[in-house]
Every structure is written in C-alpha cells, then in structure tokens.
C-alpha cells in the first residue's frame, strides 16, 4: 500500500463500504426538492469559477446524473463550451462529445451518447467531473459499487485531465476507506463551494 493510501483513511472494508452506502444514500435522497435545487445552483457557479481557468477549446468530461445525484444541468446551460459524456463500455468508460439533448438511454437506463459516436482521445480533456456516493478531504471517493470510474481513470492516458468530485456537502465525510486501485480527486465541489484538499493525498 502506499503512503499516500495510508494517510487517506482506513483500509476499505466491504462492511464499512456498505454501510457507508447506505448511510450517504439516506442522506442524499434527504435532501428536499428545493435544497436540491438550490445545490445544483451552487454547485454550478463554483465550476464556472474553475474551469474558466482551463483550456477553453478543450472539452470537458460531465456526466447525466442518476435521480439522487447532482444534476449538472445548471452547468449546462452557463458554459459554451465541448461537453463529453460518458459511455459505458464493458468494464470502462469511454467519454464521447455530444450535446445533452443527444444523449439516449444506455447502461442501466443512464443517459449516454449515442453507440455509433466515437470516444474522445482521453488526452485531449481538460477535466473529468466526476459523481460519487462519498467523499472525503484526502480526495477520496466511494461510489456505487462498479468501478467504472476507477478502472479508467486509473488509465495515464487520462493524467493530464483535472479531475473534479462532484457532491451535495452532506456526502462529504472525514474519511473514507480505500483501496490500492482508488483513485483520488484532485478538487471536491459541493454546494458550499470548493473543498480544500490535503495535498499529500490528492494524487493518484
């Protein structure tokens, strides 16, 4: 294990992990519709912040957000710029440029560019927002269970995009239990803004 994994939190535990689960997940779906709202609203004006500091011809990797997750749609509808989606491919996930009104139903139901678009080089995105059940201040993440994100973004082709956690503030935890192969966020953003990260632990 490596040094940065051992300041992050306590090794990841399946019964933790589930519990952890369940208890963000009560929390999420606590939220009200106008707290929801107003969060996405929130959220949205930090990331005009940060990514006006990015590459303007260079895409950004979002993502169609489940029912309990933070819709980006504000986002959305504030920036001109190239949007990537995700598009679940076996294990992976490949990010394809597309528009949100194109998106059609693919894994599991979720919002994906269509199959016959083609992925983006991963090299050539400026960030990778990036959803969770769980995060902590060392950049750690919990999410749902299928390891896309993690196989990945675990790829060096992708070191050069700037990878963003996207939260409400209740999913924000001391610690997380994590593994080798987890990867960190290098910025956290919830609807109280910018969560400063411990530079030790924000890096793969």
């Known amino acids: 294990m490596s040094a940065d994994a051992k300041h992050a939190g306590p090794l990841a535990d399946p019964v933790t992990k589930a519990s952890l689960r369940r208890d963000l997940r009560r929390a999420r779906r606590g939220l009200s519709p106008d707290a929801r709202q107003a969060a996405h609203e929130a959220i949205a004006d930090a990331l005009v912040t940060v990514l006006a500091d990015l590459p303007a011809a260079a895409p950004i990797a979002l993502y169609a957000a489940r029912p309990d997750e933070v819709?980006?749609?504000?986002?959305?509808?504030?920036?001109?710029?190239?949007?990537?989606?995700?598009?679940?491919?076996?294990?992976?996930?490949?990010?394809?440029?597309?528009?949100?009104?194109?998106?059609?139903?693919?894994?599991?139901?979720?919002?994906?560019?269509?199959?016959?678009?083609?992925?983006?080089?991963?090299?050539?995105?400026?960030?990778?927002?990036?959803?969770?059940?769980?995060?902590?201040?060392?950049?750690?993440?919990?999410g749902t269970g299928g390891g896309h994100y993690d196989r990945t973004l675990a790829d060096p082709a992708f070191a050069t995009a700037l990878r963003i956690?996207?939260?409400?503030?209740?999913?924000?935890?001391?610690?997380?239990?994590?593994?080798?192969?987890?990867?960190?966020?290098?910025?956290?953003?919830?609807?109280?803004?910018?969560?400063?990260?411990?530079?030790?632990?924000?890096?793969?």
Do not use: K
């Not at 504000?74 to 190239?82: D, F």
């Not at 997380?176 to 910018?194: A, K, S, Y």
């Open 71 to 142: 819709d980006l749609a504000p986002l959305v509808a504030r920036i001109g710029r190239r949007l990537a989606w995700p598009r679940v491919d076996g294990l992976l996930l490949s990010f394809v440029e597309a528009r949100a009104n194109d998106l059609v139903p693919g894994y599991r139901g979720l919002l994906e560019p269509p199959p016959d678009r083609t992925a983006l080089d991963p090299r050539a995105l400026a960030a990778v927002l990036v959803p969770g059940l769980g995060f902590d201040p060392h950049g750690g993440r919990l």
């Open 165 to 204: 956690g996207i939260a409400y503030a209740c999913q924000v935890v001391p610690a997380l239990p994590v593994e080798p192969h987890d990867i960190r966020m290098q910025l956290l953003v919830t609807d109280l803004g910018l969560v400063p990260l411990d530079p030790r632990t924000s890096a793969c």
